[in-house]
């Protein structure tokens, strides 16, 4: 079953070098989520040429963020069994040490990666992966977009 997190306008970390989690999918006990696609862009910000470093990265605890509710992409669906977070105000302290995943993108884009079932990024029961995003210059951007994901 398939299931997108939205998130709107998240300010990314402001800090360069310092990445703060735009959204999470968080894999509920028994229960296992691979990651299928991440669209995200910059919604109503000014196009000024920002550079941001986008990491897809695994985490053994959540941090504090506002929770979402997975959308079903099929309506005949059940709920799904893994929980969402966006706009994180205290991050995961256990991240892995590499990302799943890492690209760059300008203010002026908008990035989109997909995944076939095979290589999709796996998150673990009870786990967490996060979508977080730093500056190139000291400057914070709203970001949106969607985490879309399969429950395995």
């Known amino acids: 079953m398939h299931y997108s997190v939205p998130f709107e306008d998240v300010a990314s970390g402001a800090v360069v070098g310092t990445f703060k989690s735009l959204a999470s999918v968080i894999a509920g006990a028994g229960k296992r989520a691979k990651i299928r696609a991440i669209r995200v862009g ?3 910000e000014a196009a000024d040429d920002i550079n941001m470093t ?37 991050e995961c302290a256990d991240l892995e040490s590499l990302p799943v995943c890492e ?17 999709a990024p796996v998150v673990n029961a009870s786990k967490c992966i996060f979508l977080r995003a730093t500056p190139g210059a000291a400057t914070a951007r709203k970001m949106s977009g969607v985490i879309e994901f399969e429950e395995v």
């Open 54 to 90: 986008l990491q897809l990265i695994r985490g053994t605890t959540d941090g504090t963020g506002s929770a979402v509710t997975p959308v079903q992409r099929d309506m005949l669906s059940a709920a799904a069994g893994c929980t969402a977070k966006k706009n994180y105000s205290v």
């Open 42 to 44: 910059f919604g109503g």
């Open 103 to 119: 690209f760059g993108l300008n203010s002026r884009g908008t990035a989109f990666l997909e995944w076939g079932p095979q290589e």
